[in-house]
């Protein structure tokens, strides 16, 4: 059996700053790493699907060190857009991955337990867009070639749409290219992305295409055709991504807040009310 943790932008600051002046994104950041390292029965890695930072500031990295290497277990790293490829080789060197290219975009393969993970990076310099490019696209055609295990592919920018304009507009660009590779592959059983910031399930290129909440401040849900860029408040959570062979790849959201509970469906024995019969 197999747990891995998803958490996505993050939006981390330098210290004693808040993210778009009202949210605190590294005081929800620790309570997420709090969450995690309390995850029961425990995780097997930890994906971060980009926009790690906010502005790529080598402080935020810093922070972002400090939080993410508590964790014993792989934490597996890819660029958003609010990051760069450069920044995060340059200041999260130690992480698994990171180091496998040594210019460009940062890409990579990992086995965790009979799950693979593919991290690709869809980080384009000065452009809110997302893009893959052509020699990833081949190394990522390669990859794929070579390996028939369970396999999740983790990129920041969504290659399908969500109905949510202003996001949907900062896509990935090659989205039509990443298809044409992944559609013959069916060990590819999830796309790991990030940028909505809210939880998001939907199909591309007949896979099951998963966006994770942010562990902060979460895109207002308007899908009217010209809805404006909004953020609000609403419970910060992370995906559960489990593997076992009894019930392949199923995926969970879980909540980083703690909630009352958890109680018993039933009385105690000799103590009933009509209607308490076990359904």
Not at 163 to 190: F, K, T, Y
Request: proline share 8%; charged share 20%.
């Amino acid at each position: 059996m197999t747990h891995i943790a998803q958490i996505t932008d993050l939006h981390l600051r330098p210290r004693g700053l808040a993210c778009y002046r009202v949210s605190d994104t590294n005081m929800m950041a620790e309570r997420a790493v709090r969450s995690l390292l309390a995850y029961s029965p425990g995780l097997d890695a930890v994906i971060m699907t980009g926009d790690l930072t906010d502005r790529d500031d080598p402080r935020e990295y810093a922070v972002a060190r400090a939080l993410l290497e508590r964790f014993d277990i792989p934490v597996f790293l890819m660029p958003g857009n609010h990051d760069s490829s450069d920044g995060m080789r340059r200041e999260m060197a130690g992480f698994p991955g990171i180091g496998e290219t040594s210019d460009g975009k940062i890409h990579y393969a990992a086995m965790v337990n009979d799950v693979r993970i593919i991290a690709l990076d869809t980080h384009l310099p000065g452009r809110p867009h997302g893009q893959l490019g052509h020699e990833q696209l081949s190394w990522l055609q390669e990859t794929l070639s070579g390996n028939d295990a369970p396999t999740m592919i983790a990129l920041h920018h969504p290659p399908a749409l969500s109905g949510i304009a202003h996001m949907d507009a900062m896509g990935l660009l090659d989205a039509p290219a990443l298809a044409e590779v992944i559609a013959p592959h069916p060990q590819v059983q999830r796309l790991l992305c990030g940028h909505l910031h809210r939880p998001i399930i939907a199909e591309f290129a007949g896979k099951i295409m998963t966006l994770a909440p942010s562990t902060g401040h979460q895109v207002e849900l308007d899908l009217s055709p010209d809805g404006a860029a909004m953020f609000r408040f609403e419970p910060p959570a992370y995906f559960v991504h489990y593997h076992s062979e009894k019930t392949g790849l199923v995926t969970h959201m879980a909540y980083v807040e703690n909630f009352p509970g958890p109680y018993h469906f039933f009385a105690d024995e000799g103590v009933s009310w009509p209607g308490d019969e076990p359904r």
